[in-house]
């Protein structure tokens, strides 16, 4: 059976449109920070999408390579990719099964790329696992993951669940015949502490958490309440 996430993304033609893609350029100011500009090192973006950031970063002289579940997302990286002629590689793959072994100084899991929207919580360790062994020894994460203690903050709702953590609900999704089908989607929330447990279980070390804002992310800044997401910083 198809997951929901992998229906969602199946032409998902107007992705650039949505509001968590404005922030491209000011996301990929706070990789290019973190890194502090080091172009040698080949960066793995995991659930790329489109390949937004992926495509950003080619343009600034990185070497990117983007990875993702859709083959239509993917096919819409490569055209910009090609229009622009920029040397990016897209490879439609699914992050639990990744079989790279320290191939990457870099790896970029952003907007709920790949994390958070898998069936169980065992599958969002085994993508912290698969990037863990991608990575290089000193090699970094960035990554984002959907802020538990924001769903706390809102009203109770029937459809967040506090013993899991998980919000279940629905979305409706346009077919490119204009048909219309209901998807039964559900979304793991988190803390920072139970994120750092995991990355730290993943062999990760040095954590760092940081904001994610409505204008971007914010390294000198807090998680707190009011943001959807929180990111993070790991070193292998």
């Not at 990744?98 to 191939?103: D, I, T, Y």
């Not at 100084?105 to 907007?111: D, E, H, N, S």
């Not at 559900?186 to 954590?207: D, H, M």
Request: hydrophobic content about 40%; charged content about 25%; glycine content about 8%.
């Amino acid at each position: 059976m198809t997951q929901w996430y992998a229906e969602l993304y199946d032409h998902f033609d107007d992705y650039s449109e949505e509001p968590y893609t404005q922030n491209t350029r000011a996301e990929v100011d706070f990789i290019e920070q973190v890194i502090a500009g080091d172009r040698s090192k080949p960066i793995l973006d995991v659930g790329c999408g489109n390949g937004r950031h992926s495509l950003e970063l080619a343009r600034r002289g990185y070497q990117v390579l983007g990875i993702d579940l859709s083959a239509s997302m993917l096919a819409q990286g490569r055209r910009v990719a090609d229009a622009e002629n920029l040397a990016v590689c897209f490879v439609q793959c699914d992050a639990r099964e990744l079989s790279f072994e320290g191939r990457f100084g870099v790896a970029i899991m952003l907007c709920e790329g790949a994390f958070s929207l898998m069936e169980i919580d065992a599958m969002d360790f085994a993508i912290l696992a698969n990037v863990f062994r991608s990575l290089k020894p000193g090699g970094r994460l960035i990554m984002t993951a959907p802020n538990a203690a924001f769903m706390l903050a809102q009203p109770p709702n029937d459809a967040f669940d506090l013993t899991t953590l998980r919000e279940t609900f629905t979305l409706d999704k346009v077919n490119p015949d204009g048909s219309h089908k209901t998807l039964d989607c559900t979304q793991r929330y988190y803390t920072c502490p139970e994120l750092r447990g995991l990355l730290e279980r993943a062999g990760f070390r040095s954590v760092e958490f940081f904001a994610c804002t409505g204008t971007g992310y914010e390294r000198g800044e807090k998680p707190a309440g009011t943001h959807f997401e929180f990111g993070a910083i790991a070193e292998k």
